[in-house]
């Protein structure tokens, strides 16, 4: 997995693999930091999973004001699965505690929005124990989106969660 989040997304994704949530099989997957644009991302992706071999990769960003129709294109025809969150990950978050529906103009009101349910929420340093409960709930209330990301909120971090999970528990 390879994310332009330098914190957050970091911190999340191990929590998650780390949890239980996840098929035994990816408990200890590598999480990687760069800091670039929705298509460098996936282009660095591709070559992680050429340089390693790797039968799945996954490429985490937000959206904010960056343009990611030609990432998805370029990640889908290079078996890299880019999942995006608009406007940020902390939406993400949000639809853990709640079926959020207000437009999330950017990050600082996402996070004002979150700190509702995390008060002590802290960018620089997520404990994902504050969301393990809401996982499940996150990926059934972004399914219904559909993965369209013209959605404000929504994320597509339900696809690596169904993708990762036990083959019986998932969907």
Not at 21 to 47: H, Q, Y
Not at 53 to 58: A, E, I, K, N, R
Not at 144 to 164: A, C, K
Request: charged share 30%; aromatic share 10%; with cysteine.
């Amino acid at each position: 997995m390879v994310t332009n989040g330098e914190n957050t997304e970091i911190e999340y994704l191990k929590g998650l693999a780390g949890s239980g949530l996840l098929n035994r099989l990816v408990r200890a997957p590598k999480v990687a930091f760069a800091n670039c644009a929705p298509g460098a991302l996936v282009d660095w992706a591709i070559r992680e999973r050429e340089r390693n071999g790797y039968d799945l990769v996954f490429a985490v960003t937000d959206k904010d004001a960056f343009e990611t129709d030609s990432a998805l294109r370029k990640a889908a025809r290079h078996q890299v699965r880019l999942i995006v969150s608009n406007p940020c990950f902390e939406s993400w978050l949000v639809f853990h505690f709640e079926n959020c529906r207000s437009f999330l103009s950017c990050a600082d009101e996402a996070k004002r929005r979150l700190r509702r349910y995390v008060p002590e929420y802290d960018k620089t340093a997520l404990r994902f124990t504050d969301f393990e409960a809401g996982v499940l709930e996150a990926v059934q209330r972004t399914r219904g989106h559909g993965g369209d990301l013209s959605v404000n909120p929504t994320s597509t971090m339900w696809q690596l969660i169904d993708e990762l999970r036990e083959p019986e528990c998932a969907r």
